[in-house]
Protein backbone atom coordinates (compact mmCIF):
# COMPACT_ATOMS: atom_id res chain seq x y z
CA UNK A 1 0.00 0.00 0.00
CA UNK A 2 1.60 3.31 -1.22
CA UNK A 3 0.91 6.14 1.35
CA UNK A 4 -0.74 9.84 0.54
CA UNK A 5 3.31 11.34 0.92
CA UNK A 6 4.21 8.62 -1.30
CA UNK A 7 1.43 9.33 -4.27
CA UNK A 8 2.68 13.09 -3.73
CA UNK A 9 6.11 12.34 -4.33
CA UNK A 10 5.24 10.29 -7.35
CA UNK A 11 3.31 12.88 -8.94
CA UNK A 12 5.84 15.52 -8.58
CA UNK A 13 7.16 13.98 -11.92
CA UNK A 14 4.30 15.36 -13.85
CA UNK A 15 5.68 17.86 -16.06
CA UNK A 16 9.35 15.94 -16.27
CA UNK A 17 10.83 15.59 -19.93
CA UNK A 18 13.02 13.98 -22.06
CA UNK A 19 14.46 14.19 -25.48
CA UNK A 20 16.07 11.94 -26.87
CA UNK A 21 17.04 11.53 -30.49
CA UNK A 22 18.62 8.67 -33.45
CA UNK A 23 18.47 8.06 -37.25
CA UNK A 24 16.28 5.72 -38.75
CA UNK A 25 18.89 3.76 -41.02
CA UNK A 26 17.92 0.97 -43.39
CA UNK A 27 19.71 -1.53 -41.47
CA UNK A 28 17.25 -1.24 -38.68
CA UNK A 29 14.35 -1.70 -41.46
CA UNK A 30 15.40 -4.77 -43.06
CA UNK A 31 16.42 -6.02 -39.59
CA UNK A 32 12.59 -5.16 -38.17
CA UNK A 33 11.17 -6.83 -41.10
CA UNK A 34 13.30 -9.67 -41.31
CA UNK A 35 12.57 -10.75 -37.73
CA UNK A 36 8.34 -10.43 -38.41
CA UNK A 37 9.49 -12.57 -42.04
CA UNK A 38 7.91 -9.42 -43.53
CA UNK A 39 7.66 -9.18 -47.37
CA UNK A 40 9.54 -6.29 -48.56
CA UNK A 41 6.68 -3.83 -50.47
CA UNK A 42 6.77 -1.78 -53.71
CA UNK A 43 7.47 1.89 -52.97
CA UNK A 44 8.92 3.13 -49.68
CA UNK A 45 6.32 2.15 -47.36
CA UNK A 46 7.58 1.41 -43.81
CA UNK A 47 6.18 -1.06 -41.33
CA UNK A 48 3.87 0.87 -38.67
CA UNK A 49 4.73 0.71 -35.22
CA UNK A 50 8.58 1.36 -36.20
CA UNK A 51 9.41 3.71 -33.57
CA UNK A 52 8.93 1.65 -30.88
CA UNK A 53 12.26 0.69 -31.82
CA UNK A 54 13.52 4.30 -32.57
CA UNK A 55 15.22 7.03 -29.80
CA UNK A 56 14.72 4.68 -26.81
CA UNK A 57 16.81 5.19 -23.65
CA UNK A 58 20.05 3.38 -23.20
CA UNK A 59 21.29 2.73 -19.73
CA UNK A 60 24.44 1.04 -19.13
CA UNK A 61 24.65 -2.04 -17.90
CA UNK A 62 25.94 -1.35 -14.80
CA UNK A 63 23.22 1.38 -14.25
CA UNK A 64 20.14 -1.69 -14.74
CA UNK A 65 18.08 -3.09 -12.00
CA UNK A 66 17.68 -7.18 -11.22
CA UNK A 67 15.05 -7.18 -13.92
CA UNK A 68 16.47 -5.81 -16.46
CA UNK A 69 14.92 -2.25 -16.47
CA UNK A 70 16.90 1.08 -15.98
CA UNK A 71 17.29 1.59 -11.99
CA UNK A 72 13.80 4.05 -11.08
CA UNK A 73 14.00 7.82 -10.00
CA UNK A 74 15.63 8.96 -13.84
CA UNK A 75 13.48 9.89 -16.15
CA UNK A 76 10.27 7.90 -14.78
CA UNK A 77 8.86 8.36 -11.67
CA UNK A 78 10.46 6.02 -8.72
CA UNK A 79 7.16 3.93 -8.05
CA UNK A 80 7.87 1.25 -5.42
CA UNK A 81 6.17 -1.58 -6.67
CA UNK A 82 8.52 -4.22 -8.74
CA UNK A 83 6.44 -5.05 -11.40
CA UNK A 84 6.27 -3.20 -14.62
CA UNK A 85 4.20 -3.62 -17.82
CA UNK A 86 3.39 -1.40 -20.83
CA UNK A 87 -0.74 -1.13 -20.01
CA UNK A 88 -1.35 0.13 -23.48
CA UNK A 89 -1.48 3.32 -25.24
CA UNK A 90 -3.00 5.58 -28.54
CA UNK A 91 -0.71 6.43 -31.66
CA UNK A 92 -1.46 9.15 -34.14
CA UNK A 93 0.18 8.80 -37.47
CA UNK A 94 0.85 12.18 -38.88
CA UNK A 95 3.71 11.81 -41.84
CA UNK A 96 5.69 9.11 -42.66
CA UNK A 97 9.43 8.14 -41.16
CA UNK A 98 11.86 8.85 -43.30
CA UNK A 99 15.11 6.41 -43.65
CA UNK A 100 18.19 8.33 -43.24
CA UNK A 101 16.41 10.95 -41.26
CA UNK A 102 17.18 11.96 -37.81
CA UNK A 103 15.09 11.17 -35.07
CA UNK A 104 13.92 13.19 -32.23
CA UNK A 105 11.19 11.55 -29.55
CA UNK A 106 10.52 14.48 -27.26
CA UNK A 107 8.36 12.76 -23.90
CA UNK A 108 6.63 14.06 -21.07
CA UNK A 109 5.16 12.44 -17.59
CA UNK A 110 1.55 13.76 -18.75
CA UNK A 111 0.12 12.00 -15.03
CA UNK A 112 0.68 9.62 -12.44
CA UNK A 113 -2.41 7.71 -10.48
CA UNK A 114 -2.51 5.27 -8.09
CA UNK A 115 -5.34 2.66 -7.78
CA UNK A 116 -6.39 -0.19 -6.16
CA UNK A 117 -7.37 -3.08 -8.57
CA UNK A 118 -8.58 -6.90 -8.14
CA UNK A 119 -4.82 -7.88 -8.09
CA UNK A 120 -3.35 -5.29 -5.44
CA UNK A 121 -2.12 -1.73 -5.59
CA UNK A 122 -1.59 -0.25 -8.80
CA UNK A 123 0.61 2.73 -9.99
CA UNK A 124 -0.66 4.35 -13.54
CA UNK A 125 2.04 6.47 -15.25
CA UNK A 126 0.76 8.18 -18.47
CA UNK A 127 3.36 9.75 -21.08
CA UNK A 128 3.23 11.77 -23.90
CA UNK A 129 5.31 11.04 -26.70
CA UNK A 130 6.15 13.37 -30.12
CA UNK A 131 8.61 11.65 -32.47
CA UNK A 132 10.00 13.94 -35.10
CA UNK A 133 11.70 12.73 -38.31
CA UNK A 134 14.12 15.23 -40.30
CA UNK A 135 12.11 17.99 -38.32
CA UNK A 136 8.67 17.10 -39.33
CA UNK A 137 6.01 15.59 -36.88
CA UNK A 138 5.59 12.34 -37.48
CA UNK A 139 3.86 10.48 -34.73
CA UNK A 140 2.42 11.50 -31.39
CA UNK A 141 1.93 8.73 -29.06
CA UNK A 142 0.07 8.12 -25.58
CA UNK A 143 1.81 5.34 -23.78
CA UNK A 144 0.53 3.60 -20.43
CA UNK A 145 2.82 2.09 -18.14
CA UNK A 146 1.49 0.17 -15.09
CA UNK A 147 3.73 -1.04 -12.01
CA UNK A 148 2.10 -3.51 -9.71
CA UNK A 149 2.88 -5.56 -6.65
CA UNK A 150 4.80 -9.11 -6.58
CA UNK A 151 3.05 -12.23 -7.97
CA UNK A 152 0.56 -13.32 -5.16
CA UNK A 153 -3.21 -12.59 -3.71
CA UNK A 154 -6.27 -13.12 -5.89
CA UNK A 155 -5.40 -12.82 -10.01
CA UNK A 156 -7.72 -10.60 -11.64
CA UNK A 157 -10.22 -11.80 -14.13
CA UNK A 158 -10.04 -10.65 -17.73
CA UNK A 159 -12.58 -8.12 -18.77
CA UNK A 160 -13.25 -10.39 -21.95
CA UNK A 161 -12.10 -14.02 -21.15
CA UNK A 162 -13.85 -15.75 -24.11
CA UNK A 163 -12.76 -14.42 -27.24
CA UNK A 164 -15.90 -13.91 -29.76
CA UNK A 165 -15.46 -15.45 -33.52
CA UNK A 166 -13.42 -13.43 -35.89
CA UNK A 167 -14.31 -11.80 -39.78
CA UNK A 168 -10.17 -12.63 -39.92
CA UNK A 169 -7.63 -14.47 -38.28
CA UNK A 170 -3.90 -15.18 -38.58
CA UNK A 171 -2.05 -17.87 -36.65
CA UNK A 172 1.60 -16.15 -34.83
CA UNK A 173 4.25 -18.50 -32.97
CA UNK A 174 6.06 -16.56 -30.75
CA UNK A 175 9.72 -18.66 -30.28
CA UNK A 176 12.12 -17.46 -28.36
CA UNK A 177 14.13 -16.37 -31.20
CA UNK A 178 11.12 -13.80 -31.95
CA UNK A 179 11.08 -13.05 -28.51
CA UNK A 180 14.49 -12.05 -28.18
CA UNK A 181 15.03 -10.14 -31.86
CA UNK A 182 12.63 -7.84 -30.53
CA UNK A 183 14.30 -6.76 -26.96
CA UNK A 184 16.87 -6.45 -29.23
CA UNK A 185 15.37 -4.36 -31.46
CA UNK A 186 13.97 -1.97 -29.21
CA UNK A 187 17.11 -2.32 -26.74
CA UNK A 188 15.23 -3.67 -24.07
CA UNK A 189 16.43 -5.91 -21.59
CA UNK A 190 13.27 -6.79 -19.08
CA UNK A 191 14.36 -10.24 -18.60
CA UNK A 192 10.72 -11.58 -18.49
CA UNK A 193 10.98 -11.81 -22.30
CA UNK A 194 13.97 -14.03 -22.83
CA UNK A 195 14.99 -15.01 -19.46
CA UNK A 196 12.97 -18.59 -18.82
CA UNK A 197 14.36 -19.17 -15.10
CA UNK A 198 14.11 -15.86 -13.83
CA UNK A 199 10.64 -15.48 -15.57
CA UNK A 200 9.22 -18.36 -13.71
CA UNK A 201 11.11 -18.46 -10.62
CA UNK A 202 11.96 -14.77 -9.51
CA UNK A 203 8.35 -13.28 -11.04
CA UNK A 204 6.38 -16.14 -10.81
CA UNK A 205 4.99 -16.04 -14.58
CA UNK A 206 4.01 -19.59 -15.95
CA UNK A 207 6.36 -19.21 -19.26
CA UNK A 208 8.33 -16.14 -21.00
CA UNK A 209 6.18 -13.13 -21.65
CA UNK A 210 5.60 -12.25 -24.87
CA UNK A 211 5.79 -8.62 -25.04
CA UNK A 212 3.14 -6.00 -25.09
CA UNK A 213 4.39 -3.59 -28.06
CA UNK A 214 5.13 -6.46 -29.91
CA UNK A 215 1.76 -7.45 -29.72
CA UNK A 216 0.95 -4.43 -30.46
CA UNK A 217 2.93 -4.09 -33.79
CA UNK A 218 1.84 -7.63 -34.85
CA UNK A 219 -2.11 -6.36 -35.03
CA UNK A 220 -1.10 -2.79 -36.27
CA UNK A 221 0.31 -4.53 -39.51
CA UNK A 222 -2.13 -6.87 -39.52
CA UNK A 223 -5.14 -4.45 -40.13
CA UNK A 224 -2.67 -2.44 -42.28
CA UNK A 225 -2.69 -5.62 -44.62
CA UNK A 226 -6.06 -5.86 -44.56
CA UNK A 227 -6.98 -2.40 -44.98
CA UNK A 228 -4.38 -2.33 -47.90
CA UNK A 229 -3.05 1.23 -46.36
CA UNK A 230 -1.43 2.67 -44.19
CA UNK A 231 -3.34 3.57 -40.90
CA UNK A 232 -4.08 6.97 -39.27
CA UNK A 233 -4.71 6.14 -35.46
CA UNK A 234 -3.83 3.22 -33.44
CA UNK A 235 -4.65 2.20 -30.03
CA UNK A 236 -4.45 -0.92 -27.82
CA UNK A 237 -5.14 -1.95 -24.21
CA UNK A 238 -3.63 -4.94 -22.63
CA UNK A 239 -5.84 -7.43 -20.53
CA UNK A 240 -4.11 -10.61 -19.59
CA UNK A 241 0.08 -11.80 -20.71
CA UNK A 242 0.17 -14.39 -22.90
CA UNK A 243 2.98 -16.48 -21.73
CA UNK A 244 5.32 -19.07 -23.39
CA UNK A 245 5.66 -20.03 -27.11
CA UNK A 246 3.15 -21.73 -28.38
CA UNK A 247 0.84 -20.18 -31.48
CA UNK A 248 -1.88 -17.37 -30.76
CA UNK A 249 -3.89 -15.41 -33.10
CA UNK A 250 -3.88 -12.19 -34.45
CA UNK A 251 -8.19 -11.73 -34.78
CA UNK A 252 -10.54 -8.72 -36.38
CA UNK A 253 -13.55 -7.76 -37.18
CA UNK A 254 -13.55 -5.18 -39.94
CA UNK A 255 -16.11 -2.57 -41.04
CA UNK A 256 -15.71 0.90 -42.75
CA UNK A 257 -12.74 2.47 -42.22
CA UNK A 258 -12.42 0.81 -38.55
CA UNK A 259 -11.13 -2.54 -37.63
CA UNK A 260 -11.55 -4.23 -33.70
CA UNK A 261 -8.45 -6.19 -33.32
CA UNK A 262 -7.53 -8.59 -30.67
CA UNK A 263 -4.99 -10.92 -29.45
CA UNK A 264 -5.88 -14.59 -27.80
CA UNK A 265 -4.83 -18.28 -27.72
CA UNK A 266 -7.62 -20.55 -28.37
CA UNK A 267 -10.13 -20.64 -25.68
CA UNK A 268 -8.87 -17.17 -24.64
CA UNK A 269 -8.51 -15.30 -22.72
CA UNK A 270 -8.33 -12.01 -25.10
CA UNK A 271 -4.95 -10.55 -24.23
CA UNK A 272 -5.28 -7.75 -26.10
CA UNK A 273 -7.52 -5.92 -27.56
CA UNK A 274 -7.08 -3.04 -30.28
CA UNK A 275 -8.92 -1.02 -32.43
CA UNK A 276 -7.13 0.63 -35.75
CA UNK A 277 -8.59 3.44 -38.04
CA UNK A 278 -7.28 4.67 -42.10
Keep these: MLTQDDIDHLRGWIGRGETLSGTLSQELVDR ?19 HFCLAQPVAPTAALAVDGHPEK ?15 GGEILFHAPLVVGAPVRRHS ?19 VRHRIESGGELAITERQDIVYRAA ?6 VPDDPQPRPADRRRSVTPSETLLFRYSALTFNAHRIHYDHPYTTGTEGYAGL ?12 QFAADLASAPLTRFSFRSTAPI ?33 ARW
Aim: hydrophobic share 45%; net charge neutral.
Design 32 to 50: FRASFDMPVPEGEALPQLL
Design 73 to 87: GGFLPPVPLPRRMWA
Design 108 to 126: EIADVQVKQGRSGTLCFVT
Design 151 to 156: RGGTPA
Design 209 to 220: VVHGPMQATLLC
Design 243 to 275: LGTAPFDLCADLSEGVARLWTARPGGPVAMAAE
